[in-house]
């Protein structure tokens, strides 16, 4: 290499350092400013997680200790949420306790809040409209109870087996043998028919009058 070739590309080279330099004077800052808010947004997902921890377990703990009242759900009522979810979770067992301790009106009331609430999953929704319809007292009218259910027993519904079951109870308590036999081998034939729906059907068939061997003979095709 010459003399001359040399010297082009040390000064190419200076050049260049001194351009990198420049930038880095302009620049840098701004590099800097990613590195921060990366480093401080991997900060902030590990802060939100570790509060999120803790906010679960205070809930948790909270719903624990209002369990443990065994005060017809007054205390579970009155434990704070952070979110539609632990509000329905809430719900669901302030009414449970409120019912157990035979407080009807309040049970259904806390049930009535999960079913209005906006955010609330809607399987915890559907599922507070099923244990409402359960939980209505006897004097109830039953034009009233099978409306309930109905609304329960819609094609595609979540507890659409369950509403079923429980129209055929309607259906037998009101004399409707007949109906209610042909509503029990509908729900024989249902697709997700499980163990359990599928003992108590076919013993509430034989219980009417119905031919077990037909409908399970049915439910297999």
């Known amino acids: 290499m ?8 040390e000064v190419t080279e200076e050049v260049r350092r001194d351009r990198m330099f420049q930038l880095l004077k302009k620049w840098g800052w701004l590099a800097g400013l990613v590195i921060v808010l990366v480093v401080g947004g991997a900060a902030f997902n590990e802060w939100r997680k570790a509060s999120a921890r803790a906010e679960a377990q205070a809930f948790g703990d909270a719903i624990i200790a209002g369990i443990e009242a065994n005060d017809d759900g007054a205390s579970l009522a009155a434990v704070e ?23 009807s009106d309040a049970g259904l009331a806390a049930l009535d809040q999960v079913i209005a ?11 507070a409209a099923f244990k409402r319809a359960l939980a209505l007292p006897p004097e109830t009218p039953e034009d009233e109870r099978r ?8 094609p595609g519904a979540p507890f659409q087996l369950l509403a079923e079951e429980q129209l055929a109870l309607l259906q037998a308590e009101a004399g409707d043998t007949d109906a209610a036999i042909e509503r029990l081998r509908g729900i024989l ?33």
């Open 117 to 127: 609430a906006d955010g609330a999953p809607a399987i915890y929704t559907a599922l």
């Open 81 to 103: 949420t952070a979110n539609p979810e632990q509000a329905a979770i809430k719900g669901h067992l302030a009414a449970a306790d409120a019912l157990l301790g035979d407080q």
């Open 2 to 9: 010459s003399n001359t070739d040399s010297f082009i590309e």
């Open 147 to 154: 409306a309930a259910f109905e609304a329960l027993a819609a």
């Open 189 to 221: 034939r249902s697709a997700g028919l499980t163990p359990g729906l599928q003992r108590r059907a076919s013993e509430l068939i034989v219980a009417l009058g119905g031919d077990l061997d037909l409908d399970l003979s049915a439910a297999q095709q």
